[in-house]
């Protein structure tokens, strides 16, 4: 993976927050199962949140982009707090899965 210290023509690739909190958010508009979907969508948005802190923190000294930082942190927590919602639903419904 590239660092976020990389010089400016890789700047852009390294700024990966975006694209994984975009990911946490378009599965749930793109897969119909959302079962399987909250277990894809978790895993991204807790990588997208990290990453995004990183680059936050990058930014303060001109490394990163703060805005794309900021975007990609919120998509994360977005894509976090649907798929941890849905497992909470589903806890409570447990039979609404089997479609006895």
């Given amino acids: 993976m590239i660092s976020v210290d990389a010089p400016d023509g890789t700047r852009e690739r390294a700024e990966l927050a975006v694209w994984f909190g975009g990911a946490s958010l378009a599965c749930w508009f793109c897969c119909p199962f959302w079962v399987l979907v909250s277990f894809i969508s978790l895993p991204l948005a807790l990588v ?38 849905y497992m909470v639903f589903l806890a409570a419904h447990p039979g609404l899965p089997v479609q006895e």
């Fill in 48 to 85: 997208g949140a990290v990453r995004a802190f990183v680059e936050y923190r990058a930014s303060r000294s001109g490394r990163a982009s703060r805005t794309r930082a900021v975007v990609g942190g919120v998509l994360s927590l977005l894509g976090a707090a649907a798929a941890i919602t």
